[in-house]
């Protein structure tokens, strides 16, 4: 069931992405005419970069993290795996490249940011957000947090072993 509302998810976004790519002609097309009559442009700008919308050679060439951190800029929002995964592959992004097959790229994308914690920063409800976002006496706090429950978790496995 589950790949099948990826299915309509999928195809959603592809409708919503041709929905952005026609508003921000019209809001091109809009702005020539202004010009044309010698008015300012009512649009910021008209450039696709400014929409959103993805060019299709956006990340083609370039290397895993700098894409990455490249989409992030452009969404401006935490992400997960899935959806960063499918930005960089509309974005012309070779992950065949780096031998990663089809069936687990959602996950070595997942683990590639979490282990890249230079840039990248995995929230609670996992998703990634630039590691730049977000407070860093939080960020630390968190990563002290971490092994201090791993530890608690194995005395607990331990303890509860002996037991039986």
Do not use: C
Request: overall charge negative; aromatic content about 8%.
């Amino acid at each position: 069931m589950s790949d099948a509302l990826n299915a309509a998810i999928e195809e959603l976004q592809t409708q919503l992405q041709k929905q952005l790519d026609a508003a921000q002609e019209t809001k091109r097309t809009i702005n020539s005419l202004r010009r044309t009559m010698g008015l300012e442009p009512l649009y910021a700008d008209g450039s696709p970069e400014s929409a959103g919308a993805t060019r299709p050679d956006q990340y083609y060439g370039k290397a895993f993290a700098t894409a990455a951190q490249e989409y992030l800029d452009r969404r401006k929002q935490a992400t997960g795996a899935e959806e960063i995964m499918r930005g960089l592959e509309s974005g012309g992004f070779d992950f065949d490249a780096l031998g990663w097959k089809e069936k687990t790229r959602a996950r070595n994308v997942a683990i590639s940011l979490a282990k890249n914690t230079q840039k990248f920063h995995k929230l609670p409800n996992g998703t990634f957000g630039l590691l730049g976002w977000y407070d860093q006496a939080t960020i630390r706090k968190a990563r002290e947090d971490r092994p201090r429950q791993s530890e608690e978790e194995s005395s607990e496995v331990g303890s509860s072993s002996e037991e039986t």
